[in-house]
C-alpha cells in the first residue's frame, strides 16, 4: 500500500526543489554572463589574429607578378612563378585566362588550375570546383574560378584584383 506524505512533509520537499532551482538559474545567469564577457576577449584575439593573416598575405604576394588589361583597366597579382595563357578560343568571353604554374599545362588547354574570366552579366557560368566572382561593373562579370584545392590562391589573387582606370 503506497504511503501517503502528509502536507508537511510536501512543503519541506517543495521548499527544497524551489531552492535547487533557484541555485540553478543563479548559476546559470552567472555563467551566462562570464561567458559573454570571454567572448568579447575572444572576438578581439581573433581580430588581431585576422590582422596578423592578412599581413602575412600582403608580404607573401607583394613580390608576385602583376597581370594588367589596359583595354578593360584591370590588374591582379599571381604568384612569381605561375604562368599564364590568354585563350582566345572563347567567345562569349571578354577574356578568359588560364594560370598555371606548369606551362605544359597551359598548353594542353582547358580545363586551367586556375581560370580568370571575364564574362557579360546575361553568361551562365556553372563551374564542378570553385568559384570566385570578384565583382560586378559595367555589365561584366569578373571570375576566378578553379580546382578547389586551389582555393587559397584563388582568394590571395581576387585580393590584388582593382580597377586601374577611375
Same mark, same amino acid.
Given at each position: 500500500?503506497?504511503?501517503?506524505?502528509?502536507?508537511?512533509?510536501?512543503?519541506?520537499?517543495?521548499?527544497?526543489?524551489?531552492?535547487?532551482?533557484?541555485?540553478?538559474?543563479?548559476? &546559470?545567469? @552567472?555563467?551566462?554572463?562570464? +561567458?559573454? #564577457?570571454?567572448?568579447?576577449?575572444?572576438?578581439?584575439?581573433?581580430?588581431? =589574429?585576422? $590582422?596578423?593573416?592578412?599581413?602575412?598575405?600582403?608580404?607573401?604576394?607583394?613580390?608576385?607578378?602583376?597581370?594588367?588589361?589596359?583595354?578593360?583597366?584591370?590588374?591582379?597579382?599571381?604568384?612569381?612563378?605561375?604562368?599564364?595563357?590568354?585563350?582566345?578560343?572563347?567567345?562569349?568571353?571578354? &577574356?578568359? @585566362?588560364?594560370?598555371?604554374? +606548369?606551362? #605544359?599545362?597551359?598548353?594542353?588547354?582547358?580545363?586551367?588550375?586556375?581560370? =580568370?574570366? $571575364?564574362?557579360?552579366?546575361?553568361?551562365?557560368?556553372?563551374?564542378?570546383?570553385?568559384?570566385?566572382?570578384?565583382?560586378?561593373?559595367?555589365?561584366?562579370?569578373?571570375?576566378?574560378?578553379?580546382?578547389?584545392?586551389?582555393?587559397?590562391?584563388?582568394?590571395?589573387?581576387?585580393?590584388?584584383?582593382?580597377?586601374?582606370?577611375?
Amino acid at each position: 500500500m503506497p504511503q501517503i506524505m502528509n502536507t508537511n512533509t510536501l512543503r519541506i520537499i517543495n521548499m527544497k526543489v524551489k531552492y535547487i532551482v533557484t541555485i540553478l538559474l543563479v548559476s &546559470l545567469i @552567472l555563467t551566462g554572463c562570464g +561567458d559573454k #564577457k570571454q567572448a568579447t576577449n575572444n572576438d578581439v584575439e581573433l581580430d588581431n =589574429f585576422k $590582422v596578423e593573416v592578412d599581413d602575412m598575405n600582403e608580404k607573401e604576394i607583394e613580390d608576385w607578378q602583376i597581370y594588367e588589361n589596359k583595354e578593360l583597366g584591370i590588374e591582379f597579382k599571381y604568384p612569381k612563378d605561375w604562368h599564364y595563357k590568354k585563350d582566345t578560343d572563347k567567345t562569349e568571353q571578354e &577574356l578568359y @585566362l588560364g594560370l598555371a604554374k +606548369d606551362e #605544359k599545362i597551359l598548353e594542353q588547354g582547358v580545363p586551367y588550375p586556375i581560370e =580568370f574570366i $571575364v564574362v557579360g552579366l546575361n553568361v551562365e557560368m556553372t563551374f564542378e570546383e570553385y568559384l570566385h566572382i570578384i565583382t560586378e561593373k559595367d555589365g561584366l562579370r569578373y571570375v576566378l574560378a578553379g580546382e578547389s584545392n586551389y582555393q587559397d590562391k584563388i582568394e590571395q589573387i581576387a585580393e590584388s584584383f582593382e580597377f586601374t582606370n577611375k
